[in-house]
């Protein structure tokens, strides 16, 4: 059981945590209001914190939400959706987040990210022969859905894979086919 009491700051000690912890990671308003809440020895502080931060130009939620889209849309890992889901649960506002998402994505052909998506993920087979195997193309779909691509593009991409993908949409689960 940890009983380690945590040491609480005040004024301009508060100040500089806040700007250490902006310095070690992007943070939204809203994580950061819940770090420095722990931290605060005056829990009225932490506004006047975060508002003296807006002011500087060190907290800006849209900015965030803007950088954090870009960098996941660059990599290649995620889809749109998986975007907006990972801002929300950062607890960046909705309007923020679809705006930075929709912004981000707008030039990006989703087909195109998800074939490389699926060629980086399964570099080690051949990709045609594996998704031919029913169970392949419905594990290939549901990590496709995870990683936030949209259920029709992810359809129309894995068809030219397998002829069975169109099937995909009405279960996401090969088993419950099979005992049919």
Known sequence: MNTR????LAGEDLFRHALMLLGRRALSASELRTKLARKAALAEEVEGILLRLKELGYLNDAQFAES?????????SFGKQRVLRDLRLRR????????????????????????AWLKRKFKAVD?????????????????????GFSSAASIKVLKQFGERADELADSDLPEEREEQ
């Not at 954090?68 to 290649?76: F, N, P």
């Not at 923020?96 to 195109?112: Q, W, Y």
């Open 5 to 8: 009491q945590v040491r609480k």
């Open 68 to 76: 954090y889209a870009a960098v996941r849309r660059d990599s290649g």
């Open 92 to 115: 960046v506002s909705a309007g923020i987040a679809e705006k930075a998402v929709g912004t981000a994505f707008e030039n990006s052909d989703e087909s195109l990210l998800i074939l």
């Open 127 to 147: 990709l045609a022969e594996h998704l031919q195997v029913e169970k392949n193309l419905a594990s290939a779909y549901r990590k496709l859905r995870y990683a």
